[in-house]
């Protein structure tokens, strides 16, 4: 496959991944906003304020998502993505481990298990998307 051939496929994926994230972020927000008590119980008991934190996330997303569209701030909005992604592991942990039911969620490790699983890939998706990073897809210049 040719240079700009490889490129075109590299840039449709980056946008294919930013739409999906788009996607993802819009609907986690809009439920951190409409419904913040089903997510109460997640959220570890070192968190200040977690009701005002649930909100204030979901509208961070929702912000976020904007950030996404512009171009001038996607890389920063991706940054903060990734930062997000790791910032809401501890709740995911405590969703976890403690096998606290939340409507519309499975209780199963079924779901517990592959959600954390999946928590690195959360947090390199914006990175790759936004174009902070090539890992793994990218060959070495000169290879």
Known sequence: MSEPETGLRFERSRRL???????????????????????????????????????????????????LLLPALRPWACGLFALYAVCVFPANVKHALEQISVPGLPDSWW???????FQPVLIWAPLFAGGLIDWPFRRARGR
């Open 111 to 117: 779901y517990h298990g592959p959600r954390l699983a």
């Open 17 to 67: 991944l930013l739409g999906a994230l788009i996607a993802l972020f819009a609907l986690v927000g809009t439920v951190h906003l409409a419904s913040p008590e089903t997510l109460m119980p997640i959220m570890p008991a070192w968190v200040p304020h977690p009701r005002f934190v649930i909100l204030a996330t979901g509208v961070c997303e929702l912000v976020g998502c904007l950030g």
